[in-house]
């Protein structure tokens, strides 16, 4: 799965386009390594996005197409 479609089904950003300028910005690191918006997300991996003064990093526990609002926090487990 995109990165981008990945952070908006989980609910770590709101909307796609925002997670896709994220990315363009350098913002989105997977695995320590900066992401595209269009690089693929795999199951165990780290994702880290930096908010300004502040970063989440959240290991991809599962990958869904699409899901509830209820359930988007079961995709990801928060490291930091």
Do not use: H, W
Request: hydrophobic share 40%; aromatic share 4%; charged share 35%.
């Amino acid at each position: 799965m995109r990165i981008d479609k990945f952070l908006k089904n989980s609910r770590l950003i709101k909307r796609r386009t925002v997670a896709k300028d994220a990315c363009d910005q350098g913002r989105v690191f997977i695995n320590d390594k900066p992401a595209k918006a269009g690089t693929e997300v795999e199951v165990g991996d780290v994702v880290r996005i930096e908010f300004g003064n502040s970063s989440v990093e959240a290991k991809v526990t599962a990958l869904t197409e699409s899901c509830r609002k209820e359930d988007a926090a079961g995709m990801y487990e928060i490291i930091e």
